[in-house]
């Protein structure tokens, strides 16, 4: 087991929801003022390992997405800490957020809206790394044109506009931009979400060559369990800003232990089963403005108990290297 | 299948545009019976959400549906014009469309709206329309109906906002409707309820659906038939079940055999070389040939309609063995070997 590359510690993100220009008059002419506040991670501990593809699956206001945003660097954390080889990935400067290391990479969701409309290709490759250092601007375009093959796609297109590209190839420049500042870590939110079956097939495998090639240390957010299954050594299922189980990929598919997992694999439609009598979780996801006491899932529970409304359950270890956040594994629901 | 309630006959719908005459749906055909679901799969510029607007003459210029025939129940509906159509569409046939906020208006209540949709078809009162509305709800699994009548869109969340475009659209109990993309934009837990109800409701309502989708794992566990589209043709049909288990299109095998979850994690997956085809600008022959496996000289000509013994078919010069008694697997091992 190598070192650990990543160190998430008991990190939490709020967000707070500004008063509008009504709500603010309202709160002069001496109105009651509510600030609204979004938990978007809540008290999220995870080391990662270098070499590791650390999956996090969750659905829509899991706060995935946010993690993913803290761990990149956009975002501090309100509470707690990130340590990438033990120095913080971003600080807080007054209103900004001041990132600190140019060796954790994103790839974002949408190729679409993630590329300048306005820039070659190639100068939206070669920025980075020549603001940067990395390389000099003398020798970007060869460098570009390395990038650029490495990701399968001709050098020659580096003179070329995003609108030029298909989905697959603008997602390959973003993982191509990412890689030219020649990361430790990247950090790819939902990657093959918007593509198409057979292009999602192209993406995935330039992900694992190129994990293989270059020992690429990963967070891979996706809704989609059988891609993180294929691509991930550890996955983190989220539910409403909490982890609330982590496990090796295979023992978690083998075996879900939290009743949210169970459900979310259950509901999932697979090809190849035939028609399915569908078992789907009951209840909405609830907002993340006003969790839930206690357990985030115990009203969609079928299992919950009275301790579950109280009192919410830690993440913790059940087995080598899994944790689940739920009281049956611990002390009952009553 | 002659019970077909909705039959789609080499249908034909063109966009012009400053490059040429496209052809986004090129000779689509297919049929529904009642109470079946059918599940109508391709990528992005397939042309599958295309051929649902033409089946409810919703295409407008520079588009148009230049031939062939949307039998419902018998009747042409491409022949049908302005009130005409308007009479059936919404009665007879409705539509789901993937973003329910394209149905709901966002500044009226979600009664108002409902009771607006009974009685452009029906002259009932008011009040007759508001229990029409709620009973509406109730089937499609909204808990306290009564009180979502009173709510606007944005006091709902997503997957309320769709069942209750799929309520609007069960109104006048039409024999068939066309859902785009209904569950895409869904969380998985809200998906797999929706999908239950859908089953459900075709079961004890006996309306038919045509399932537009990109998802094959969604028609694989919803779907009765499935229809695979491609550059605006069909390019295999069938019963899902058989289809999913022994694909005998080259594209539909390449496309099931690319799904992450039917491989060991961290095997590299078969891909369909390059990248769909602009509809500007499509091979000669069969559209698919340059990505194709399988594709020999034949496949300059129009490949022909090949139907088999088991009521498939599929648009190919050299289509797959039928796999027997096989895993999925062994069908994606075969289009791995050849690639």
Not at chain 1, 130 to 156: E, Q, W
Not at chain 2, 6 to 11: C, D, K, S, Y
Not at chain 2, 75 to 82: P, S, V, Y
Request: proline letters at 7%.
């Amino acid at each position: 087991m190598s070192a650990a590359l990543l160190d998430i510690d008991h990190v939490s993100k709020r967000f707070v929801k500004r008063p509008s220009l009504g709500e603010r008059i309202a709160g002069l002419l001496g109105a009651g003022r509510k600030t609204e506040i979004v938990r978007a991670v809540s008290d999220v501990s995870l080391t990662v390992r270098k070499g590791e593809v650390v999956g996090l699956v969750g659905e829509s206001g899991c706060g995935k997405s946010t993690l993913g945003r803290i761990i990149a660097g956009i975002y501090a954390p309100s509470d707690g800490k990130v340590l990438f080889g033990n120095a913080p990935v971003a600080k807080e400067q007054g209103r900004r957020t001041e990132k600190l290391t140019t060796q954790v990479q994103m790839v974002h969701q949408d190729p679409f809206a993630s590329l300048n409309p306005r820039m070659r290709i190639g100068d939206t490759v070669a920025e980075g790394p020549v603001t940067h250092n990395i390389v000099k601007a003398r020798d970007a375009d060869a460098y570009v044109a390395d990038m650029l093959g490495r990701v399968g796609l001709d050098p020659s297109y580096r003179r070329r506009f995003p609108h030029q590209f298909s989905g697959g190839q603008r997602q390959r420049i973003a993982i191509a931009r990412a890689l030219a500042m020649k990361p430790d870590l990247l950090v790819l939110d939902e990657p093959v979400a918007s593509l198409d079956v057979s292009i999602q097939a192209q993406v995935l495998n330039l992900f694992m060559d190129l994990r293989q090639d270059l020992d690429l240390t990963a967070i891979f957010i996706s809704h989609d369990l059988g891609v993180v299954r294929h691509v991930s050594d550890r996955v983190a299922i989220m539910y409403l800003g909490r982890i609330v189980e982590l496990a090796p990929t295979a023992e978690l598919y083998a075996a879900p232990n939290h009743p949210y997992t169970k459900a979310l694999f259950e509901s999932v439609p697979r090809v190849g089963v035939g028609r399915k009598d569908f078992r789907p979780i009951a209840g909405e996801i609830p907002s993340p403005l006003h969790p839930p006491n206690g357990c985030h899932f115990h009203p969609r529970c079928p299992l919950a108990g009275p301790r579950c409304k109280r009192e919410a359950p830690a993440l913790s270890a059940i087995g080598p290297g899994r944790a689940s956040a739920c009281h049956l594994n611990g002390g009952g629901t009553d | 299948m002659s019970d077909a309630i909705l039959r789609v006959n080499n249908l034909q719908t063109q966009f012009q545009t400053r490059n040429g005459v496209l052809k986004a749906v090129d000779g689509v055909s297919f049929e529904v019976g009642r109470g079946r679901i059918l599940g109508l799969v391709g990528e992005s510029g397939s042309g599958k959400s295309v051929t649902g607007y033409s089946i409810l003459g919703l295409i407008e210029a520079p588009g148009e549906v230049a031939g062939g025939e949307v039998l419902l129940k018998g009747q042409d509906l491409t022949r049908l014009k302005g009130e005409a159509m308007r009479r059936v569409r919404g009665a007879q046939i409705a539509m789901v469309f993937q973003d329910p906020m394209m149905t709901l208006n966002p500044v009226l209540k979600i009664g108002t709206q409902m009771i607006a949709a009974v009685r452009a078809h029906d002259k009932v009162s008011r009040k007759v329309a508001w229990g029409r509305a709620r009973d509406a709800l109730a089937k499609v699994g909204i808990p306290s109906p009564e009180e979502r009548l009173d709510a606007y869109p944005h006091q709902l969340s997503g997957g309320m906002r769709q069942r209750v475009a799929i309520a609007i659209a069960l109104l006048h109990s039409p024999a068939v409707i066309i859902a785009d993309e209904p569950t895409t934009a869904l969380d998985v837990s809200i998906q797999g309820q929706i999908l239950a109800e859908v089953r459900r409701l075709a079961d004890e309502t006996g309306t038919a659906f045509v399932w537009v989708t990109h998802d094959l794992a969604v028609v694989s566990s919803l779907a009765d038939d499935i229809c695979v589209m491609y550059a605006g043709r069909v390019v295999e049909t069938g019963a899902a079940a058989d289809v999913i288990a022994s694909p005998r299109h080259p594209y539909t095998a390449g496309l099931l055999a690319s799904v992450p979850a039917e491989h060991e994690p961290g095997e590299r997956l078969p891909q369909v070389p390059g990248s769909t085809p602009s509809l500007a600008d499509l091979p000669p022959g069969c559209a698919f040939a340059p990505r194709c496996f399988k594709a020999g000289p034949a496949c300059t000509t129009t490949p022909p309609v090949q139907t088999f013994a088991d009521g498939r078919s599929a648009l190919c010069h050299y289509p797959i063995e039928p796999v027997s008694c096989q895993p999925l697997s062994s069908t994606s091992t075969t289009y791995r070997s050849a690639s």
